[in-house]
């Protein structure tokens, strides 16, 4: 995208800044970012982001559930005498007309928000200190949110974790085999078909209200965490999915990302495996969180849901897949096919670590 349409969009935004340069930024597979850095150098830089409305369908509502965490967090960290607020929480600016994103002419919604200075990403973790950490500030992040009325968020990709009904999707990408891809790919989905009653049990638990629906992340790759350069945790990021929805979820789809030793787009399916050691770090890490007020149900739960978000996530690359590639961002001709077996490969992995994975909740919740 020009620059000079970047920088028109920046400048719709109320704020007093001086452009310097604006690049592409980041790894997110939906939404496209933008680091925009202005002069003087010691002046705040800024993030520009356009959100990917087909599949946010309801942008104005997302900013309205991101501005309701955002500011609820702030007062949090504020009342608790925190310092350096604006680098525990992410700040969104308003556009000059008092909208919480800005339009341009082909109808896309772009946000700008302060970027953090020099904090760190990390893709891969490998020490169990920093799974430690993440996991408290996920648990933290839930924790903060609890008192945030649900019924004033919206869901701003409805259905997003429910099984049965990206079960109904992947059914329904079947049965279209709009790419004529069904056919080579029988046993992949065979593997995720055979697995439909036992994985759908947490919406069941939902739905029949014996799993509480309470306000999380529902994206909480290892990605979307900032470290500060020694390693201690600083935000939580990406809050385009903060609604309601099960902290069994966030539980599961950070141990999606961390408990396995390779990335999710893996093809040598040899090196995926599955790290203990991170695991039990961030199940001590949540729980030390959590344990205050999570229901024996949710902890019954909680290894399953490892297993759960490995399986929603083949599933969801796979009807990507069968679908002709039109959800995901993809970086070469069958990719998402390579996430599915990565994914897949990656479910049966915490199979075979079931007991241990069971075990490691036990020794952490036990006071309850
Ligand atoms: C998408 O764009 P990114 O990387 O934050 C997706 C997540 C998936 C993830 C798989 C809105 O997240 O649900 O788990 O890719 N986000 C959405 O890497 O669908
Ligand atoms: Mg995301």
Same mark, same amino acid.
């Given at each position: 995208?020009?620059?000079?349409?970047?920088?028109?969009?920046?400048?719709?935004?109320?704020?007093?800044?001086?452009?310097?340069?604006?690049?592409?930024?980041?790894?997110?597979?939906?939404?496209?970012?933008?680091?925009?850095?202005?002069?003087?150098?010691?002046?705040?830089?800024?993030?520009?982001?356009?959100?990917?409305?087909?599949?946010?369908?309801?942008?104005?509502?997302?900013?309205?559930?991101?501005?309701?965490?955002?500011?609820?967090?702030?007062?949090?960290?504020?009342?608790?005498?925190?310092?350096?607020?604006?680098?525990?929480?992410?700040?969104?600016?308003?556009?000059?007309?008092?909208?919480?994103?800005?339009?341009?002419?082909?109808?896309?919604?772009?946000?700008?928000?302060?970027?953090?200075?020099?904090?760190?990403?990390?893709?891969?973790?490998?020490?169990?200190?920093?799974?430690?950490?993440?996991?408290?500030?996920?648990?933290?992040?839930?924790?903060?949110?609890?008192?945030?009325?649900?019924?004033?968020?919206?869901?701003?990709?409805?259905?997003?974790?429910?099984?049965? =009904?990206? !079960?109904? $999707? +992947?059914?329904? %990408? *079947?049965?279209?085999?709009?790419?004529?891809?069904?056919? @080579?790919?029988?046993? &992949?989905?065979?593997?995720?078909?055979?697995?439909?009653?036992?994985?759908?049990?947490?919406?069941?638990?939902?739905?029949?209200?014996?799993?509480?629906?309470?306000?999380?992340?529902?994206?909480?790759?290892?990605?979307?965490?900032?470290?500060?350069?020694?390693?201690?945790?600083?935000?939580?990021?990406?809050?385009?999915?903060?609604?309601?929805? =099960?902290? !069994?979820? $966030? +539980?599961?789809? %950070? *141990?999606?990302?961390?408990?396995?030793?390779?990335?999710? @787009?893996?093809?040598? &399916?040899?090196?995926?495996?599955?790290?203990?050691?991170?695991?039990?770090?961030?199940?001590?890490?949540?729980?030390?969180?959590?344990?205050?007020?999570?229901?024996?149900?949710?902890?019954?739960?909680?290894?399953?849901?490892?297993?759960?978000?490995?399986?929603?996530?083949?599933?969801?690359?796979?009807?990507?897949?069968?679908?002709?590639?039109?959800?995901?961002?993809? $970086?070469?001709?069958?990719?998402?096919?390579?996430?599915?077996?990565?994914?897949?490969?990656?479910?049966?992995? &915490?199979?075979?670590?079931?007991?241990?994975?069971?075990?490691?909740?036990?020794?952490?919740?036990?006071?309850?």
């Amino acid at each position: 995208m020009r620059t000079s349409i970047l920088s028109e969009l920046v400048n719709k935004f109320d704020i007093d800044l001086t452009i310097k340069s604006i690049a592409p930024f980041g790894t997110g597979h939906i939404n496209d970012t933008y680091l925009v850095k202005t002069s003087p150098t010691e002046a705040p830089d800024y993030m520009l982001q356009r959100k990917n409305h087909k599949i946010f369908k309801n942008v104005p509502g997302m900013m309205g559930n991101i501005v309701l965490a955002t500011n609820h967090i702030r007062s949090l960290l504020t009342s608790a005498g925190e310092k350096e607020v604006d680098r525990k929480v992410m700040t969104y600016f308003p556009s000059k007309d008092g909208q919480m994103f800005v339009n341009d002419d082909e109808g896309n919604y772009w946000t700008l928000f302060l970027f953090i200075a020099d904090c760190r990403v990390v893709e891969n973790i490998q020490k169990p200190e920093q799974a430690y950490s993440a996991a408290r500030a996920f648990g933290h992040f839930q924790k903060q949110l609890a008192d945030l009325p649900g019924d004033k968020l919206i869901e701003t990709i409805p259905n997003f974790h429910n099984g049965i =009904s990206r !079960l109904n $999707d +992947f059914k329904s %990408a *079947i049965s279209k085999d709009a790419a004529g891809r069904v056919s @080579d790919n029988k046993q &992949l989905i065979d593997k995720i078909l055979n697995r439909s009653n036992e994985m759908t049990a947490i919406q069941r638990g939902l739905d029949d209200k014996s799993i509480p629906l309470r306000i999380t992340h529902n994206d909480t790759k290892i990605n979307n965490i900032l470290f500060d350069q020694d390693s201690n945790t600083l935000c939580i990021i990406d809050l385009d999915t903060v609604m309601p929805g =099960s902290a !069994l979820y $966030d +539980f599961g789809d %950070a *141990i999606r990302t961390l408990g396995n030793k390779a990335p999710e @787009d893996e093809p040598d &399916l040899t090196k995926v495996a599955f790290n203990q050691e991170i695991y039990d770090a961030f199940a001590r890490g949540y729980l030390s969180e959590a344990k205050t007020f999570l229901t024996p149900a949710e902890i019954d739960h909680l290894a399953f849901s490892c297993r759960y978000m490995a399986w929603e996530q083949a599933m969801r690359f796979l009807t990507d897949y069968l679908n002709d590639d039109i959800y995901y961002k993809t $970086d070469y001709p069958g990719h998402n096919l390579v996430r599915t077996k990565a994914q897949i490969r990656y479910l049966e992995v &915490l199979e075979e670590n079931k007991g241990v994975m069971e075990a490691i909740v036990r020794e952490n919740s036990s006071e309850i």
